[in-house]
C-alpha cells in the first residue's frame, strides 16, 4: 500500500476521533517505519502521533529520528511528556535528548525521574560531545569474579530488564573495575557450580572514555564486537557501546567525510530540514574560495596569450587537458583518502604509494595521450599532435600526483585529508595544467618564451 493511502487512512481514522484503529494501525509499523511516517508529517501531526503510541513504542519510534527532528518534537512536548519519553529511551538516546534541550529544561524533565536514572543521565549527557563517553550506555550486566555460574544466572535474570545489550556479561571486582569478559551463552553452558573468574576472557578490547567516538566505531568493526567496554583511567568500567550506536558513528562520519568531499561544511541537520540560509553559509565559503584559486588558471591563459593568438586551435584541446588532470587527481585523491579514513593508510606509506602513483599516473597519461594524439593530428597536424600527447601525460601525472600527496601534505600539518576534496584537487590541477601545457607549446613549436 502507498505512504499516500496509508497517510489518508490514518488521518480519516484521527478525524473520526477513532483512537482505537488508529493505535491499532500503528502498532503495525516497525519502530523505524514509524520514524520515517513521522518524518513525512508536521511537528504538530508528528506530536499527536506520538502520543497514541505506547511508552515502548513511543520511545522506539523517537530514537530512530534524526537528531533535528528529535529537537523539534521535544520542544513541541510538554515537561511531563519529555520525562515518560526519557524512562523510556535507552540511556545513551536519553543523554542525547538531553544535549538537545534548552539547559533550563533539564531540571524540570528530570525531575520526575528515579534518581539512579537521573545520575546516570547527567553523567552520561556531561560527556564532551564526539568522545566514547557521549555515545556509550550505562544499561549493561556485570556480575562479580568470585561467584559461581548458578549466582551469576541470577544476578542476570534479576537486572537483564533493565540492561539494552543481555548477550555479552563484564566481570568486575567490588571497585567496578573491568577484570573480564563472558558470553551469556558460555554462563549457560558452564556448570552451575564453575567459578565466573575461571571461566572469564581476560583479554580484553577496552577505550578510554574520552577517546574519539570514531575509533570506538573501527574498534567494533575491526574485532567484530557486539559491544565494546568503556574504561576511565583507572580502569573502572563506566559504560559500553553497543554496535548499532557504532553503525551511527561510523554513517555519520562517513556523511561528514563526504560532505568535506564536495567543499561543504558540517550540516548539523539532515538535508531536507535544512533551511535555505543554512546551505547557503554551509557551501559559499569554500565556494569563493576556489574562484580565486580558479583565477590562477585565468592568469595562466592570459600569460600564454600571444602563442593562443599564434596557434588558436590550441585553445581546443585546454579543457580537455586539465579536466584529464583535474579528473586524474580527483581518483588518486578519492582513493587516498579512502584508505586512510578505513586505516588501511597512513603517513610512513607516503612513499611506497608515490612510486606506485607515478607509474599508474604514466601508464594511465600514455593511454590517454595516444587516443588524444590522433585528434591533435586532425585538428593540427603532428606538431600538435605531439603537444597534445606530452601535455595530456604530464597533465595527468601533475594531477594524479597533487591528489595523492595533498592528503598527506594536511595530515602533517595537523589536518583532515578530507579537505583534499575533488574541487580543491580539480583547481589546483587546472592551474598546473594550463602552465604545463602552454610551457610544452613553447618548446615544442619553437615560440619565443612570453
Known sequence: MSTAILNAYLRHAIERKDYLAVR???????????????QLESIENAHELLTYLPDEQRADAFGHLP?????????AMADDEVSQLLRHLDADEGADLLHLLPEQRHDRVLRSIARKERENLRRLAGHQESTAG??????????????TVGKALTIVRSTAPDVELIYQLYVVDAHHHLLGTLSLRELILSAPGACIRDLMTTDLITIPVMDDQERAAKLISRYDLMSLP???????????ITYDDAMDVAEAEATEDIHKGATVSHLAVNFRDAHFFTLYRKRILWLLLLVFGNLFSG??????????????????FLPLLIDSGGNAGSQAATLVIRSIATGDTNLRDWGKLLKKELIVATGLGLTMAAAVSLIGAYRGGPDIALVVALSMICTVLAGSLVG????????RFGFDPATASTPLVTTIADAAGVVIYFWIATLVLHLPAP
Request: aromatic fraction near 10%; charged fraction near 15%.
Open 24 to 38: 491499532q494501525f500503528l502498532s503495525e509499523f516497525q519502530a523505524v517505519d514509524l520514524a520515517d511516517l513521522l
Open 230 to 240: 568503556v574504561v576511565d583511567d583507572d580502569n573502572r568500567l563506566v559504560g559500553i
Open 67 to 75: 537528531a533535528s527532528r528529535q529537537q523539534q518534537l521535544a520542544t
Open 404 to 411: 595523492l600527496c595533498l592528503p598527506f601534505m594536511l595530515i
Open 299 to 316: 592568469a595562466g591563459i592570459a600569460y600564454f596569450e600571444d602563442i593562443i593568438a599564434t596557434y588558436v586551435v590550441l585553445v581546443f
Open 134 to 147: 557521549a555515545i556509550m550506555t550505562c544499561d549493561y550486566a556485570t556480575v562479580p569474579a568470585d561467584v
